[in-house]
């Protein structure tokens, strides 16, 4: 049974940081891209960061380029996301998942965590 349990939310002031993991078990994912994901109240899920388990390449959506960093620790089977400089519009619930396919489309995501809360307060 596929798991991705995603720890490290929580409350931070502005242009503080914080580190979210995804401890991820259950099958192999090599060959997946992992992916970060948030949703705030009345918005829709958008994607934040991803990186190939593989190759190690990143993506970054334009909002987070400079201020995130997602990385990955094949040994432990977690996926790492640092976010610097963080803004109150940074707030939402962030999740972890992971795909074979197009990384920046949410519907091309076969496993899904349950989310962590990240609030900035200004």
């Known amino acids: 049974q596929v798991q991705l349990v995603e720890s490290g939310g929580g409350l931070v002031q502005a242009g503080g940081s914080l580190r979210v993991s995804c401890a991820a078990s259950?099958?192999?994912?090599?060959?997946?891209?992992m992916g970060w994901f948030r949703q705030a109240p009345g918005q829709e899920r958008e994607f934040v960061a991803a990186?190939?388990?593989?190759?190690?390449?990143?993506y970054y959506a334009d909002s987070v380029k400079g201020r995130f960093t997602i990385s990955r620790d094949n040994a432990k089977s977690t996926v790492y996301l640092q976010m610097n400089n963080l803004k109150p519009e940074d707030t939402a619930v962030y999740y972890c998942a992971a795909t074979r396919s197009i990384y920046w489309r949410r519907t091309e995501y076969d496993y899904w965590g349950q989310g962590t809360q990240v609030t900035v307060s200004s």
């Open positions: 990186i190939n388990w593989s190759t190690g390449n990143t």
């Open positions: 259950g099958r192999t994912f090599v060959g997946y891209i």
